[in-house]
């Protein structure tokens, strides 16, 4: 069975400067997705980044970015100039490729992000 | 596109009532997902459906759980006879399909059920 750890339960980062949160997954398949969603204070979880393990390019998206190191199974989120808007809770997930017969995600436990001004 | 929908956004109940939750997934999405979590963990899987047909079922749903989604649209999920470990965060998410450019799950606000 598949799963995700996310060893930093909280990181604080401040305002303007770059934070890297930590993902580690562990699965036997070889064709994937990874996620990072992150989930504000009473607020709905959105996706921030996501990731095709058949990708070799680390996906970008405009301050967020994602160091993916397939054979090490590690998938990291890079916040760059960071906001007090991006205070929240973060989380890892794998989604397997053949989402036929399994299309859950599994998330990891999440991290708790503080942005000081 | 108005979202995800989840009602009620929050439920008190008692230990041994029925409680259901009902999900508006955003149109035309064929996906749709229910996910439970507790505090201070991450979302775990408990079904999802593929338009009408329900294709999954986690071993976290028990017997006292049943979940529908009449003609591929809204879905409810029902808990018969709660017990105070059933308090959580209800999600419901929903995706296009499954795959590049399909795959990405938008989640609603959630219900909170608290039972007592």
């Known amino acids: 069975a598949q799963t995700v750890t996310q060893s930093q339960p909280e990181m604080s980062v401040q305002e303007a400067e770059t934070v890297t949160l930590s993902c580690t997954y562990d699965t036997s398949e070889s064709d994937y997705y990874l996620f990072w969603y992150k989930q504000p204070p009473s607020r709905q979880m959105i996706l921030v980044i996501r990731q095709e393990a058949y990708k070799q390019q680390n996906a970008t998206e405009n301050r967020f970015s994602v160091n993916f190191q397939k054979a090490a199974k590690s998938f990291s989120l890079k916040i760059s100039d960071s906001q007090l808007g991006d205070a929240a809770m973060y989380f890892c997930a794998y989604g397997r490729s053949d989402g036929g017969s399994q299309g859950n995600l599994i998330f990891g436990k999440g991290t708790k992000l503080s942005v000081k001004p | 596109d108005t979202g995800v929908s989840q009602n009620p956004r929050h439920k008190i109940t008692k230990r041994g009532q029925n409680v259901t939750f009902r999900c508006d997934p955003i149109s035309e999405h064929n996906r749709l997902y229910w996910y439970r979590q507790t505090l201070g963990q991450g979302p775990e899987f408990l079904t999802y459906f593929q338009n009408e047909a329900q294709l999954e079922k986690s071993r976290l749903l028990s017997d006292r759980f049943s979940a529908e989604r009449p003609k591929g649209s809204f879905s409810t999920l029902e808990i018969q006879r709660t017990e105070q470990g059933d308090s959580a965060m209800y999600l419901c998410?929903?995706?296009?399909?499954?795959?590049?450019?399909?795959?990405?799950?938008?989640f609603g606000p959630g219900t909170r059920l608290t039972v007592l």
């Open positions: 998410a929903s995706s296009l399909g499954w795959g590049p450019d399909t795959d990405t799950q938008y």
